[in-house]
């Protein structure tokens, strides 16, 4: 009897950028392509639990238009970052059956950063929701989250690219890399979002791009770099560009 193998979705980090994630889980479900296991890194956690909770990428991207990450209403003065992340977990609770890894339809890895050992540390069992918020908590911005005994802040910051646990499951790598490293001028960092913007695409940029060539099929947008982490201002152009990116280079998968 023939085994069938095992395919790995690998999803980075990337803030708004995420969309591009939709866009890519669009064409996947055009083409018939469905991962055996997911891993992601903040936006990428978001993206990669919602769907592997069963939600479609319509759902997703719904979510995505809908929610304000920097709305004045997860502002918070009292903790160690301008935004209460815990906020947006209360929010994204009601998408998930219950709020464990056990319920998923597909298993899911999430990166984040312990910041008292100053190393990523994956979840993939136990609650889900305090994970997801950990990954996506940029430090500065969100406050970092104290889960089990951690202290823990936005994966991306060790390791953006997570596609280590799924060497170990699958045959096969799907890797969406949303974090082009371009060059820009000193007039375009006037603001806190566009260093912060500027910071998380450096951020572990080098390690990230070794890893490129561990992936049976690589999906980064070129242009993607162009457009802000933190803004929602051009959600419908990423989300374009991650499914083109992702039409063209999925043809490349081979299950041989």
Same mark, same amino acid.
């Given at each position: ?17 995420? +969309?591009?994630?939709?866009? +890519?889980? !669009? ?18 956690? %978001? ?8 939600? &479609? ?5 719904? =979510?995505? %238009?809908?929610?304000?990450? =920097? ?29 464990? =890894? ?29 994970? %997801? @918020? ?9 406050? &970092? ?5 951690? @202290?823990?802040?936005?994966?991306? +910051?060790?390791?953006?690219? &997570? ?31 566009? +260093? ?16 490129? !060539? ?9 242009? %993607? ?13 990423? =989300? ?11 043809? !490349?998968?081979?299950?041989?």
């Amino acid at each position: 009897m023939e085994i069938k193998k095992k395919l790995g979705l690998a999803l980075s980090g990337g803030g708004y950028r995420g +969309v591009a994630h939709i866009g +890519v889980l !669009k064409a996947m479900d055009e083409l018939g392509i469905k991962p055996d296991y997911i891993s992601g890194t903040s936006a990428g956690a %978001i993206v990669g639990s919602l769907y592997a909770a069963g939600h &479609p990428w319509q759902d997703i991207l719904d =979510f995505f %238009i809908k929610i304000d990450l =920097f709305s004045f209403q997860n502002f918070t003065l009292r903790k160690a970052g301008l935004f209460d992340g815990n906020k947006i977990g209360i929010q994204l609770g009601s998408f998930f059956k219950e709020d464990s =890894f056990e319920s998923l339809d597909i298993p899911m890895f999430i990166a984040t950063t312990d910041l008292l050992e100053g190393k990523t540390r994956f979840f993939s069992q136990g609650k889900i929701i305090p994970p %997801i @918020v950990a990954s996506s908590s940029v430090p500065g911005m969100f406050t &970092p989250i104290e889960y089990n005994g951690y @202290v823990l802040c936005d994966g991306g +910051v060790t390791d953006n690219f &997570p596609i280590a646990p799924l060497q170990v499951y699958c045959d096969k790598i799907i890797g969406v890399y949303l974090n082009s490293f371009s060059k820009i001028t000193k007039e375009s960092l006037k603001t806190t979002k566009s +260093v912060v913007n500027r910071s998380y695409s450096i951020s572990g940029f080098q390690d990230c791009e070794a890893k490129f !060539k561990d992936c049976d099929v690589l999906i980064a947008p070129h242009e %993607i770099g162009k457009y802000e982490a933190f803004t929602k201002t051009h959600i419908k152009t990423v =989300f374009e560009l991650g499914y083109t990116e992702a039409i063209k280079e999925l043809s !490349k998968l081979d299950f041989s």
